[in-house]
């Protein structure tokens, strides 16, 4: 009987293993999901993507669930652009059902590159989970509204050209409310347009365009930079669909400055990146070079200068200095250099000027000042190869200034407004301990900065007594490595405590005289060092301050000489 039992039980088990092997089996080899859509896409067009999958496995499935995921660039036409993932809840299907699901997609990015769409099935078959899924590669070409921008391959610096830009409608569906956005190079200054701009001078509202219709337009203007400095457009288009904008990024468009016939470089303190300070001595030189086979006649250099911290007192200079604009410039009258610049030849002019002493803050959003100079040369010969009126060239550099950071040092006996008590009697004497309070205060001006840190040494005699505190941030701690009093900021705004309260950090030390400084000021602290980053000019700075003694300068409660340790 038992091993009859045995049979039957290992029958069993044999035929739920083989159900159960078919079942998983069965169920991948017998769902098919299929993604059918076109092989390749315009950007901006909606292109129509089905999903296909029926039930031959041959019982219901449960719980079938389609999740549908676009490549990032991609879109549902009319969902918003950060929705990139679709997920439908199908319930049960019976045996045997044909699902189909359509979407709408629009590419808005990766023209020229092939994007992949998933879609992924899950269901439940018994108690079993199972998932399909079937990727879609499609090429997007380019948008379907078509965009053109054309500028030359090579521009002379300061020399005005024109930027073409076309753009029609290629594609079999209709477009709304379009709208073209130009980003100009940080170099380039805009003159004019024969198509008014609709926001600023670089936007354009071409409305709605019908498959097969096409406009242009042209824009003017110029750069000024370095010798072959590249020179990028960007663009991109906006349009509506279902009451929903989108944005296709186009193409890039590159150009660069050519060599010019009349080069010209700025440079101070013989640098293109010095970083002043207050009261710094500033030395311009502007030099130019006649790089043609002619000899350019009536040169004429001008120089604006721009900038709240220059102190037009001190400038000193054989220009002709015009107030109206702060502009400096010099002619054959006052540099005959300039009459007649000879093929191939060099020269430079010059001025000096200084910062000013102080900072124009006025409120706590004074800061990052610059100091900014643009040159202009130019003579009236033109070289047979330049389609221009002159020969002319631009050149400007900007200077940065660099903000400061001030800590000052105090040391009390009698600090009720700190509260904080300190013990101890006046005037020093050998082996008694007595508390004193250091105050320092920190401000900030003309810029943000980071990475703080003070740190002091204590004298011998003297020790932290724990006591510390901070109306800024942390307050001051013991590095017991270095016997050091440090404190640390990771950032200060600018123009703290130059419109509002300065930083302040309050601690208490103990002294104990020693023999050694009788009839002396006992040394409480040594040099204090601050080091810190002007984020604006990311310059790093450090400043000192003396050391502290009793002599307590300012404790108007201590007389002179209670400081002075006594036997």
Request: proline residues 4%.
């Amino acid at each position: 009987m038992n091993s009859f039992l045995k049979f039957i039980t290992l029958g069993l088990v044999l035929i739920i293993g083989l159900s159960a092997f078919y079942i998983l089996n069965g169920n991948n080899q017998s769902l098919e999901v299929g993604l059918i859509s076109p092989d390749e896409a315009m950007a901006g067009t909606p292109l129509d993507l089905r999903v296909e999958f029926s039930n031959q496995i041959g019982s219901v499935l449960k719980n079938v669930s389609l999740i549908v995921t676009l490549p990032e660039g991609a879109v549902f036409a009319g969902s918003e652009e950060e929705k990139l993932v679709d997920s439908k809840d199908l319930g049960d299907i019976g045996q045997g059902s044909l699902i189909s699901e359509i979407y709408k997609v629009i590419f808005l990015k990766g023209i020229g590159e092939k994007n992949k769409i998933k879609a992924l099935v899950s269901y439940s078959s018994g108690s079993s989970k199972y998932e399909k899924e079937k990727e879609k590669e499609i090429k997007i070409l380019d948008s379907g509204v078509s965009v053109e921008i054309k500028a030359p391959e090579k521009v002379f610096s300061g020399e005005e050209f024109d930027v073409s830009v076309s753009y029609k409608n290629i594609s079999e569906v209709d477009f709304y409310r379009l709208e073209l956005a130009i980003e100009y190079p940080a170099n380039f200054t805009f003159a004019s347009s024969d198509s008014k701009a609709d926001s600023g001078n670089n936007a354009w509202e071409l409305g709605d365009l019908r498959k097969g219709s096409e406009g242009s337009f042209t824009i003017k203007g110029s750069v000024a930079g370095p010798d072959n400095s590249p020179v990028i457009f960007k663009a991109n288009l906006n349009f509506s669909l279902n009451n929903q904008k989108y944005r296709i990024d186009l193409k890039d468009v590159n150009s660069a400055i050519s060599p010019s016939p009349l080069s010209l470089l700025i440079l101070l303190n013989d640098k293109q990146d010095h970083v002043a300070k207050l009261n710094d001595e500033l030395k311009y030189n502007i030099g130019y070079i006649n790089n043609t086979d002619v000899p350019l006649r009536s040169g004429v250099i001008r120089v604006q200068i721009k900038g709240e911290l220059f102190d037009l007192e001190s400038l000193d200079t054989k220009a002709v200095f015009r107030k109206t604009d702060n502009t400096l410039i010099w002619n054959s009258s006052n540099t005959p250099e300039l009459n007649n610049i000879a093929p191939r030849s060099a020269g430079f002019v010059s001025f000096s000027i200084k910062t000013k002493t102080n900072y124009p803050i006025r409120r706590l959003g004074d800061k990052d000042f610059i100091l900014s100079a643009k040159a202009e040369i130019e003579s009236p010969t033109v070289p047979e190869f330049l389609n221009a009126s002159r020969t002319y060239n631009v050149s400007k550099i900007e200077t940065k200034v660099a903000g400061d950071l001030i800590l000052s040092a105090k040391a009390f006996f009698r600090d009720a407004e700190a509260g904080i008590l300190n013990k101890g009697t006046l005037p020093l004497k050998v082996g008694q301990p007595i508390n004193f309070t250091i105050h320092w205060i920190l401000k900030s001006f003309a810029a943000d900065f980071n990475s703080i840190e003070a740190r002091v040494p204590l004298k011998e005699g003297v020790k932290f007594t724990g006591v510390a505190k901070s109306n800024f941030g942390n307050a001051p701690v013991l590095d017991e490595k270095t016997n050091e009093i440090v404190w640390t900021l990771e950032k200060l705004p600018a123009n703290k405590g130059f419109v509002d309260d300065p930083v302040e950090v309050i601690f208490q030390i103990e002294a104990t005289p020693l023999s050694s400084q009788i009839a002396n000021y006992m040394p409480l602290l040594g040099e204090t060092i601050i080091r810190f980053t002007d984020t604006f000019s990311s310059i790093q700075k450090e400043s000192k301050l003396d050391q502290i003694t009793t002599a307590l300068p300012d404790d108007i409660t201590v007389g002179q000489q209670e400081g002075v340790v006594q036997p």
